[in-house]
DNA sequence: CGCGGGTTTGTTACAGTGTATCACCGCAAC
DNA sequence: GTTGCGGTGATACACTGTAACAAACCCGCG
């Protein structure tokens, strides 16, 4: 499982993100233009979930200023094509940490304490999420799963001070 | 499993809301004040979820204001006491439908047609969540689980319009 | 080359959501 | 009484997100 733990600079992969991305868009006729880059690069590039202000006040520059609305149709644009995810018990956004089988869930594994944010699998819990849903008689379209807690290097640190 | 389909007028339980929150505050030493109790009946005698603003505006009238900020303390109240839920993916909030075993999950089943939210037990899912969060070495403190979908009543009704 | 049509971005304005702060009130305890 | 404390009112503000329109850009086509 990839490692977003934040404690050390975890932004090794900013660049593969990128690349991926380009490939995405390549692929799928669609363009991958500098602001979409940058917004990207600036989630990917940080261990944390990332704001879309916070985003918007990163690019920008004493001589340019990226609006948040702009930073808001980038993030539209990158959640579409699945490179990053909002994470709504905390309106904030991650890079997508892999390439995930088309309908599979997300689990998002929020770390109280040093605010980042990994992904996990929900194979395990699809099944009795399924049998729930089908005994209560609803048709899911899309379901958000986002668990807060500490991570396995913050429990570490906290119980070694 | 209860049901609050909003098609019919789903208030029956509105009045016994009240009757459990002021039974939970009294064995609590908490005071169930005008304001919860009118917050909190606006949020039951309704089928769906609803915004803060949304009860501020239902609670004011010609004679009198009651501002959001009064209702986002008496929702904070009425969350502790676990008598009202939070919807993060939608900004609203429910009444509990029943007493909820501590520490026990709940998975929210959030209706795109009529809009009402349904709650159900995630005991079935809370196996495969636990080895999930095991492996990952995250341990959790809080889970939002929200499925989006169709109710059985609002899937019925469009396969026989 | 210039033209037309789609997409992307900039800009402004605004709607919706939530919090901070301070003052006031009511009530219970001392 | 007055002191303290929790609840409420009121204002202001910060944060999150969207609508609408104009300008820039790109690309194919005549």
Redesign the pocket.
Known sequence: MHRHDGHDACRTDAHDMLARAEAVCRARG??F????REVLGAVADSGKAQ????IAERLSAPGR??????V???L??LMEQGLVH?IASR??FIPCAYDHAPGEGVIFLICRTCGAVDEASTQEVEDGLERTLERAGFTPTHSILEVEGDCGLCREQKRTP
């Not at 233009?33 to 979409?36: A, E, H, N, V, Y």
């Not at 704001?51 to 916070?54: E, L, P, V």
């Open positions: 669609l363009q233009t500098p602001l979409r704001g879309a202000y916070d200023r990226v609006a948040p609305v702009s808001y149709r980038a539209d644009f909002r309106n904030a």
